[in-house]
């Protein structure tokens, strides 16, 4: 029986070829490769390899070597037929049926792929030619250099209509196949036949093997939607296909990193500034399918976010969509980029050095599903800890694997125990609970540092709350001088913040000056400016080990990843505070006079605090995640 190689295909690209074999081989994580004791021959030492992200296996002392369908054939006793149709059950798909008219649709592909391939090398030369300067300017202009160009093999689909229909007419290639490609489309008027792309850059979508399957189109005059891809084809489906994953495979496998940002410009931009193995699925939320396809080139692929709202939320939802398929040694981690930025943009703006930063502060999956519920959470009593944590079992019950499941189940217990001050398990207090870095660090490996976590509010109740107001304004603008990024990402709060201690005040409205002046300053830069204005004597009593020991994320050497959430949670629980004491003194005040002036001040602070809105932890600067560099 003969099987269409796209069927074939498809099998290799749903089966996770490790697992299949680590259900009869004990596989063990080396570097990009598992490995294990041979099942073809008796051995001692490993010599079988098994290679994801090339798809085969390979035994360097007997020499046996395969893909999926091949270990099966030879482990199992099967023939090729029995075990595409094995793997194909696993898989969930339906075998084809060998047919007159399966064998036709398959050489229908094959001619789909020459005419999409055409389509491309015409596309490449518009983009050159007298009509593609508009193009052309656009791309340059975005900083895209010639030989860049050419290997992404980028496009221009000019504005004259009929243009491309014209010029594959020409070639002998009928407007059936032009529509089945997705390069034509049928108004549904009933008009004539439409280009699919029109005064667009064009920008090649291959298949895993590097073979032409779509195109993605970026407008340069006034269009309904600014970026176009290609309609659903027999080749093409965007919701399994990852841009540029044929050039990343070779870059995961040397480097083991893996990059999945937003769009067709942020991997060429990164690709080009020396990330190559960079991905983006098209323009739509990443899928599970997608995430297999990840997971096939590298263990933890990274997501790098837009600085948005709306890219916070892109990896909330990819966090959910990964849980399911987590098994040991295979995550996602989060590069949280900088408000208003895009890995574009960074670049450009401040160099592969400030991406390389963002990489490396990645947050786990972990820590950004923390994140994802807490966020906007008014914790502060313990039934809305208590609906915390409800929200964290209910998502980690959908991970699969069970030995991945008990470790997140213990990782967010310690989260409590850290942020609450108790173990949300037993209700017991924890001796010391409360403080960041407090309490047992349980299942954090050698060099692993543990994940951010907020710190309480309760801490320190033995102090006067003269005194505790004093420690969250020295805690406020400790950790902002030690990491100028909180000050250029939160220069309106600092502003706006009333603090009670005189020195503090005239340092922050020095901190706020100096930023809106020169926003780059690093910390040491900062420092000097401020002992040069006459704040040596502040500075010595905010940057000490006494401040550092207390509160440990204040350090300069603590990861911003780490600093961000305890930060804006210490500015949420100032202005909370702050709110109480404004709603006490409007209550004196009316006392004192009845008259309708103190009455409305009275009424606002009272809807103040009573709708939360100071109370709000605010993680809106959760998306800046950049150590090491000024939003």
């Not at 980028?154 to 997705?182: H, M, T, Y």
């Not at 093409?236 to 937003?262: C, M, P, S, W």
């Not at 040991?328 to 890995?343: I, K, N």
């Not at 999956?365 to 807490?374: A, G, H, I, P």
């Amino acid at each position: 029986m003969t099987f269409p190689p796209q069927f074939l295909d498809e099998i290799r690209a749903r089966i996770v070829l490790a697992d299949l074999i680590g259900r009869r081989v004990k596989l063990k994580k080396r570097g990009r490769e598992h490995e294990g004791l041979c099942p073809f021959h008796t051995e001692k030492t490993p010599s079988f390899t098994v290679s994801e992200d090339k798809g085969f296996y390979h035994c360097f002392g007997c020499g046996a070597h395969g893909d999926a369908i091949g270990f099966v054939m030879r482990g199992e006793g099967l023939s090729f037929p029995e075990a595409v149709e094995k793997l194909a059950g696993e898989a969930g798909l339906p075998v084809p049926q060998s047919s007159p008219e399966e064998r036709a649709a398959a050489r229908r592909r094959t001619d789909l792929g020459e005419v999409l391939e055409l389509a491309c090398a015409w596309f490449e030369t518009q983009l050159s030619g007298p009509g593609g300067e508009t193009a052309l300017s656009y791309l340059t202009g975005r900083g895209v250099r010639s030989e860049t160009i050419a290997q992404f093999r980028l496009g221009f689909a000019p504005g004259r209509r009929g243009s491309l229909q014209k010029a594959l007419n020409a070639k002998g290639i009928g407007d059936d196949l032009l529509v089945e490609a997705g390069l034509l489309k049928r108004p549904e008027d009933g008009g004539p036949l439409r280009d699919y792309f029109f005064d667009r850059v064009v920008f090649p979508i291959a298949d895993r093997r590097g073979r032409v399957v779509a195109f993605g189109g970026r407008a340069l005059g006034e269009a309904k939607a600014k970026y176009l891809n290609s309609p659903d084809t027999p080749l093409f489906h965007k919701g399994r296909v990852l841009y540029n994953l044929a050039r990343a495979r070779q870059a995961a496998h040397d480097t083991g990193e893996l990059i999945v940002a937003e769009g067709y410009m942020d991997v060429i931009a990164m690709s080009q500034a020396g990330f190559p193995g960079a991905v983006a699925p098209l323009g739509t939320a990443i899928t599970e399918r997608q995430i297999v396809e990840l997971w096939r080139l590298a263990a933890e692929p990274v997501l790098c976010l837009d600085g948005d709202a709306a890219g916070r939320r892109a990896g909330f939802r990819a966090a959910l969509t990964a849980l399911p398929g987590l098994a040991p040694g295979r995550s996602l981690g989060f590069a949280l980029l900088p408000a208003g930025e895009d890995p574009d943009s960074l670049l450009a703006g401040r160099g592969p050095e400030a991406l390389r930063r963002a990489l490396d502060a990645a947050l786990g999956l972990s820590d950004l599903l923390w994140l994802m519920e807490v966020e906007g959470r008014n914790l502060a009593t313990p039934e809305r800890q208590a609906g915390l944590r409800q929200a964290l079992k209910k998502n980690i019950a959908e991970i699969r694997d069970p030995d991945v499941q008990a470790a997140y189940r213990q990782a967010m217990e310690q989260r409590f125990e850290t942020a609450f001050g108790y173990n949300p398990v037993t209700g017991r207090r924890v001796h010391g609970g409360g403080r960041a870095g407090a309490g047992p660090r349980r299942g954090l490996g050698p060099g692993r540092r543990p994940p951010p976590a907020l710190v309480p509010v309760g801490r320190g109740l033995r102090q006067s709350p003269g005194e505790l107001r004093h420690r969250r304004e020295q805690v406020l603008l400790a950790a902002a001088i030690n990491h100028p990024e909180l000050l250029a990402e939160h220069a309106e709060d600092l502003a706006g913040l009333e603090l009670a201690d005189t020195g503090l005040r005239r340092l922050a409205g020095a901190l706020v000056d100096l930023v809106a002046g020169t926003p780059d300053l690093d910390s040491e830069a900062l420092k000097r400016h401020l002992c040069e204005q006459g704040f040596s004597k502040v500075l010595d009593g905010l940057l000490n080990r006494r401040v550092y020991e207390t509160w440990s994320f204040v350090k300069p050497e603590t990861p911003l990843a780490e600093v961000r959430p305890n930060w804006v949670h210490f500015l949420a629980l100032h202005r909370e505070r702050q709110a109480e004491l404004d709603a006490a003194r409007a209550v004196r005040d009316l006392a004192e006079d009845l008259s309708e002036g103190p009455l409305a001040r009275f009424q606002a602070r009272q809807r103040s605090v009573q709708g939360g809105e100071s109370r709000r932890v605010e993680f809106d600067a959760l998306k800046t995640v950049e150590p090491g560099e000024s939003s």
